[in-house]
């Protein structure tokens, strides 16, 4: 049979470019649509953290506050602070309304305690202290706080306007719900942002498309087809193949062309994943290096026992501990918690660690070092982490001791003949998001034999396979299953408890824990 392969091949190419054509505008529009359920998506996702991470800052600061006293007209300097703070982050963040009510169950209705409107400033109109207001509560904010769930981000038009909101659940010492915080983010100020990232996108896609449409007249005379089927072939091959302990085999294609050097490149973003895997690795292990691993870490101390542990995730995470002697009398131990995963969160965990040790070993006090550190912290967060941290400063001849709580999970103590138990401390936020944050201490006292145990929230947020969290009580039961044990037995039940709870359950956060013993002087 006679080919004439120069008219066959016009004649595909004809066919080809008009199906390029058709193809490009569909594509074109698509592209188009696409991206504009993408944008929206992670606009969406943008400003849910935000607004749930107010929300979940908010629900910290107001952990057990006495709600019925401020409902009762009482404790009014204590609800102005309260208020002030709320104007604070309402300002830092941007929100329209940020606002704490308790949800009235039995009659639908929301019971309003304080409320800060973002645009002026003051107290939301209407929202005042006690009054019902005539809202129906949303079922799915109903169903976050009679499950005591962490957060939720849903969008809402009432009379307040059309906003998208952060909740989260305010709880008393008992981990029982109490009320509900809100932070809402005006919806006109999201379209805004996401009008204005998809028309520059749109005119983009336009561009690109008319250079893809000319572009497709000269290379479509070409010959691609087999060398196209030859390549996926041997990627499909490729890809296919089992590379356990490191062992692949590279795409092997006989072609002088593109589809060569894609070839090579697709064996080489198969080193370049290894590579990146080993470097993961190696951070993790820098990260984990910079850690006091050695216990008793100071063994001619007679005056207390001190024991840590953390295990990572699959991903380089920001949790750490520290502890370290700022005079011969006093002894600092803490437990923090980068907001983020990866590499940079990791740096950021690394380079925060350094800032407090290097100015709480300066031998000025808790609390100013503490602000310090905020607002150098605040300076430099060009990514806007934050940390959740509690620290510790003990007076070893005394056993007088100082804390402050900024953001952090409650910590546990134990006295000599009695068990553990939750304790109240001042509420501070976290650190680096308010420069100008005036973080308050509490002050307490150690006795001999009394012990402390500090945790991330990789404990009590440990998901099992039905996705419940291990959760404050299991943790408190889990203590004092242990507690006459030696401190590095405590840690291990805890951890051993943890890991039958997840039942097999990937481990999605860091764990990191550390307990002190207060031994006194003989």
């Known amino acids: 049979m006679n080919v004439n392969f120069k008219e066959v091949k016009n004649s595909l190419a004809k066919k080809l470019l008009i199906n390029f054509l058709i ?31 107010c929300a979940v800052s908010g629900a910290n600061m107001f952990y057990n506050a006495p709600i019925n006293d401020f409902l009762n007209g009482q404790k009014k300097e204590l609800y102005n602070n309260f208020q002030n703070e709320m104007k604070n982050i309402t300002d830092a963040f941007n ?104 028309s520059l996108i749109f005119v983009f896609i336009f561009f690109v498309l008319m250079i893809m449409y000319f572009a497709g007249i000269f290379y479509i005379q070409k010959t691609f087809i087999k060398p196209i089927l030859s390549l996926s072939t041997n990627l499909s091959s490729y890809l296919n193949k089992e590379s356990h302990e490191g062992k692949s085999s590279p795409i092997a294609l006989s072609t002088d062309d593109e589809l060569n050097v894609i070839a090579d490149l697709c064996n080489g973003m198969a080193l370049e994943k290894k590579r990146i895997e080993n470097e993961l690795n190696i951070a993790k292990k820098i990260q984990l290096s910079a850690l006091q691993m050695v216990f008793p870490p100071f063994p001619n101390s007679k005056e207390f026992d001190i024991f840590a542990n953390l295990t990572s995730s699959k991903e380089v995470g920001g949790d750490f501990y520290d502890f370290f002697y700022v005079a011969s009398d006093r002894f600092v131990f803490l437990v923090a918690d980068v907001c983020g995963k990866g590499i940079p969160a990791a740096l950021f965990m690394m380079q925060t660690k350094a800032l407090l040790a290097n100015t709480l070993q300066t031998g000025m006090s808790l609390e100013y070092a503490i602000n310090r550190v905020n607002r150098q912290i605040c300076e430099n967060n060009n990514e806007n982490y934050f940390i959740t941290a509690f620290f510790a400063s003990v007076n070893l001849f005394t056993g007088q001791a100082e804390f402050i709580n900024a953001g952090h999970n409650p910590p546990l103590i134990k006295r000599a003949n009695g068990e553990f138990e939750y304790i109240e401390t001042e509420r501070n936020i976290v650190l680096g998001i308010m420069q100008d944050h005036e973080y308050q201490k509490t002050v307490a006292q150690f006795d001999k034999d009394d012990m402390m145990f500090l945790y991330t929230d990789g404990v009590t947020e440990a998901l099992n396979l039905e996705e419940e969290l291990f959760g404050y009580e299991r943790l408190k039961d889990s203590l004092n299953n242990s507690k006459d044990n030696e401190l590095q037995e405590i840690v291990a039940n805890v951890r051993e408890d943890i890991s039958d709870f997840v039942n097999g359950a990937e481990q999605s956060d860091d764990i990191t824990t550390l307990i002190f013993k207060y031994k006194g002087i003989d």
């Open 95 to 198: 929100l329209r309304y940020f606002y704490v009510y308790v949800p009235d169950l039995e009659n639908n209705k929301l019971i309003p305690i304080i409320g800060v409107d973002g645009n002026t400033g003051k107290a939301i109109e209407n929202f005042n202290l006690g009054k019902p207001l005539n809202l129906k509560l949303n079922p799915k904010v109903v169903d976050m706080f009679v499950n005591n769930k962490k957060t939720l981000a849903i969008e809402m038009n009432n009379e307040f306007g059309h906003v998208f909101t952060g909740y989260s659940v305010v709880t008393d010492k008992n981990n029982k719900p109490i009320a509900i915080i809100g932070a809402d983010i005006d919806y006109q100020h999201i379209m805004y942002k996401l009008i204005k990232d998809c």
């Open 23 to 53: 193809i490009c505008t569909i594509s074109g529009v698509l592209m188009s649509v696409l991206y504009y359920s993408h944008a929206k998506f992670h606009i969406w996702k943008l400003f849910s953290r935000v607004a749930t991470s």
